[in-house]
């Protein structure tokens, strides 16, 4: 099966980050997927049924969800579905895992802060002086050798950016 699904639910236990034999990182848990309707006779919510799924994150993915994620907040998962048999006890039944591609918190109800995680040096890379400025500050892959660094500001131009534009833009 290499059906492709998105759940939004919330991280029903811990995240375990492991290391496989292999040298595989993975991180495994749980969401719990509910539904929840007016009922307008009433007119109180009512809980619909909770589907359960196992979440599987691996390498990088599953390095950042094991420090990001906790038990009780709310996630979007997007991945592959995979249904798996079980019996335990002479009880037979089958469970639903996600192999995670995306992971991510729901902003419905809070708001996160992304945090872009450091790549990790290889052995060449580590054999390597690292790049410095004129300043002695490191320097930045993508600027321009002899360019000096920007001034630390206090915004990043956006607001002035957009005023700006919307003294010249027709709408």
């Known amino acids: ?18 290391t496989l034999p292999s040298g595989v990182t993975v991180t495994n ?10 009922d307008r006779q009433t ?6 049924p909770t589907n359960w799924y196992r979440v599987a994150a691996f390498r990088a993915l599953g390095d950042n969800a094991a420090v990001s994620l906790h038990k009780g907040e709310r996630v979007i998962v997007s991945g592959r579905l995979r249904l798996r048999a079980w ?6 039944g089958m469970e639903a895992e ?22 990790k040096a290889s052995s060449a890379a580590s054999d390597r002086p690292a790049q410095v400025g004129e300043h002695g500050q490191p320097q930045d892959a ?4 002899d360019e000096p660094a920007p001034e630390a500001s206090e915004g990043d131009g956006a607001r002035e950016l957009v005023e700006e534009l919307a003294t010249v833009a027709p709408f």
């Open 1 to 18: 099966m290499n059906d492709t699904i998105t759940v939004v639910g919330n991280v029903a236990t811990d995240p375990e980050h492991r």
């Open 29 to 38: 848990f749980r969401v719990a997927s509910g539904t929840r309707r007016l």
């Open 43 to 48: 007119n109180t919510w009512v809980d619909g």
């Open 87 to 92: 019996e335990n006890d002479g009880k037979r």
């Open 98 to 119: 996600i192999e995670a591609e995306a992971l991510g918190h729901d902003l419905t109800f809070g708001s996160s802060r992304f945090e872009r995680a450091q790549a």
């Open 142 to 145: 993508w600027s321009a050798p």
